[in-house]
């Protein structure tokens, strides 16, 4: 037996570990889901709700219709109310749920009837889905009740059913996506009986209804509806568990649906179809469009961008193809994804051409698909639909100038023609007017085409092919010329203007990609965010021609109040407050969506793999076009990517910073301590003897020696931390004066009388030494560093040499000794903070030279480290400087 077929894919177990983690962090949502209104849905939920009152759970109501029922009133008594909110709408008031006390009051529940109900103008969302969304992220559970009709990949089936068509509606994502699903069912009989007694309605509406949406055939097949649902939904889920618990069982896996649409209002009904297939099927689901050269008109376009916008609302992935043929397009699409079905509509006969092409589309589909299973969805059309379908023309997209332009150009031309036809001749005359249909091609469309091509035709017969001034022809010759003079301008038009079309659909997707090219390799070069910023800006008003706002989170990952880039786009308190949901929530918001719509602007997160970096808000006078969205969407792609790691290199950098502080922490603690516990103890040790006990006046005096010493060692090392400090900080401010190095020298001599008492001090200075202008307490520091360095590593009877010259504009100082000097490989490395070497004495902090190359450096200096040849180290210090002969040689030659 193989175990290690049973063992779990890591990558599959760390996704549902993440998948587990960020569902914990959400509210629980429960659907008391029924056929239709009056079975008890409201009614069941508050039941449900009073019991988990009574288990001590917080529960409160967020919205409720009891539809004046008193049973239902009843039981909504005892449970807290949220008071809703009221907004003005066409010189009334609209009474709607208040998102922000719930959220702001964090119960463990909140009841929120009608789920599928559209909110008020003015409100935050369009839809109270979308609330309870919004609370659900908040972490806050929720009991929603929701009708079958009201889903929308079945509210097309219920308007078929009951004729009644269904405008409230939410994606069946949301119902899929629910924790737990409660059926509240009843017989039809019961129902009927509820509608009569009037607990469903008053009694006026009741007999309404039960004429119309309440007979017992549209009941039944409702109530089939929502059990199938139900049934299919308990089935999903045991698969579901099954695969999370890597249960064996028989699968309906690696079925991949793809459902092919267009611009047509029946590609609802098929994505509608097509999803509740995938549903039963467990399947995987997308759909595609085929882009080809045919332009659409506005109406196409505009059923175009529904049938998208209702494929993502079903929860259905969508993808455009760019392909001139359609079932190459498909096929190909399907092969690369792993399709194993390929849902299409019927073909319908909209004109004359595509009467034409009808029986060879579904011919190639089925002819090229291979393994891959075709379904062919149909409706039912009205007769007289069909007859209009089928005379109707193609749809062309070319304006009434055009046609204009195009008839005068060729009316001119033949006028020119006519005026030299006895010249040329009227053979000479077709080629001239066939060039011009040709020339047409390239500009304008096929409409224009059609109608140059046949009014050409019709004038070279009537003014030019004798007999002329009629259009009859009496050499069949001429017929024939006339025939294919016809067909050739026709097709060199309508081919020259398909060129065209594919040219342009092409230059703009190279210009597209183009520009997304030099986006990343300028995003790439960038370094900074506030360099990102300007790049972002600018590449932004030059491809889509708007002014943006852009709004970055600060250091507590909360969304800034100000805009990150200069613009003209003025945001109020109200927009910010905008941007900060769309930040938090990480969906768009504002203007041309469901979600805030009352304001002039689009807000866009800028999510990126990881994190949400901020928000830019852009001024849209109309939506983007499915490709301008496309292309906004991959501009926004790249710059969130490129704000995300600068946001992690800053991260990085503050991590990188904090950690060497941290061992610099580590470092200084051990350094000091040793250094801290010997003269602490001495001056204890010390100050205890005295106390306790009267000594000779002789030991007094060499305790008290020691207590200064100590005190002297423990004063050097406080000042090397200050003066380290000094320099982290950049405080470190020379402060110059004229000075005479003898006093330097000695300064330093007297200092380190003590630690110079088994040493011979040599101080070399040339006796035309002038002074020089230096900061004298950063200097003296120094060389008390150096000598001090050079008295702790020299053998003691040593010479210890300090030297001072004057060369070329530099006050140079030697300071040598003769003792073991420095490992050559450890030269680089003898200015670093906390350095010690490794044949070092016991004792030292390892600041001294670190200092001494700060102070050097804040005068403007240099100092240097190497040894010398018979032995012992040799700093050189440099410090560019004035001297007084200098000094005295610029005021005479002033």
Known sequence: MNYDDNRPDPDELLASLKFEEEKSKHGKLKIFFGMCAGVGKTYTMLQTAQAEKAKGNDIVIGYIETHNREETAKLAEGIEL???????YKSTSVQEMDLDTIINRKPQTVIVDELAHTNAPGSRHAKRFQDVQEILESGISVYTTLNVQHLESRSETVAQITGIIVHETIPDEVFENADEVELVDLTPEELLQRLSDGKVYTPERSREAAKNFFR???INALREMALRIVADRVDKQLHDYMRHKHIRGPWKSGLHLLVAIGPSPYSGKLLRWAKTLSYSM????QAVYIETLRKLNPKESEQLDKNINLAKQLGIKFRIITNNDIVKGIINFAQKENVTHIIVGKPRVRNLISLLRLGRYVNRLVRYSGNIDIYILGADNQSRDRFQSMVSVPP????????????????????GFYLVKDLIGYQVVSFALLFLVSILAIFYGTGPILLAATLSALIWDFFFIPPPFTLHIEKPVDVLMLIMFFIIAL???????????????????????HALYQLTRDLTMASGIDEVTKIAVRYIKKYFNLDCAIILKNDFNQLDNKVQNETKAELSGNELSIAAWVYKHSAKAGKHTDTLPSTDYTFYPLTGNNNNTGVIAIKLPKPFTQGEEQFWEAFLSQISGKYEREYLRDAARKAYILNESDKLYKTLFNSISHELRIPVATIMGATDTLLMQSYPEDTRRKLYAEINTASIRLNRLIENLLNMSRLESGQITPRLDWCDVHDLANKVADNLEQELRNFKLSVVIPADMPLVLIDFGLTEQVLNNLVLNATQNATAGTNIRLKFF??????????????????????LSVFDKFYRGKDSKA???????????????AQGGTVMAENRKNGGALFTIKIPVKSSEMDKLNKQEN
Do not use: C, H, W
């Not at 467990?282 to 689901?285: E, L, S």
């Not at 997209?397 to 008839?407: C, D, F, K």
């Open 216 to 218: 017992e055939g549209n």
């Open 491 to 513: 097709l060199n038009g309508i081919l020259t203007s398909r060129v065209r079309r594919q040219e342009k659909k092409t230059r703009i997707r190279e210009e597209r990609t």
């Open 396 to 415: 062309f997209t070319s304006t009434i100038p055009q046609y204009l332009i195009t008839s005068l150009l060729v009316v001119l031309s033949s006028t």
């Open 82 to 88: 949220i008071p809703r909110k009221v907004y003005g």
């Open 282 to 285: 467990g399947a995987n689901i």
């Open 843 to 857: 004792g030292g902090t390892g600041l001294g030279l670190s200092i001494v190359k700060g102070f050097v450096e």
């Open 806 to 827: 004057f060369d070329q504009g530099a006050l140079t100082i030697q300071v040598m000794d003769r003792g073991k000097g420095f490992p050559a490989s450890e030269l």
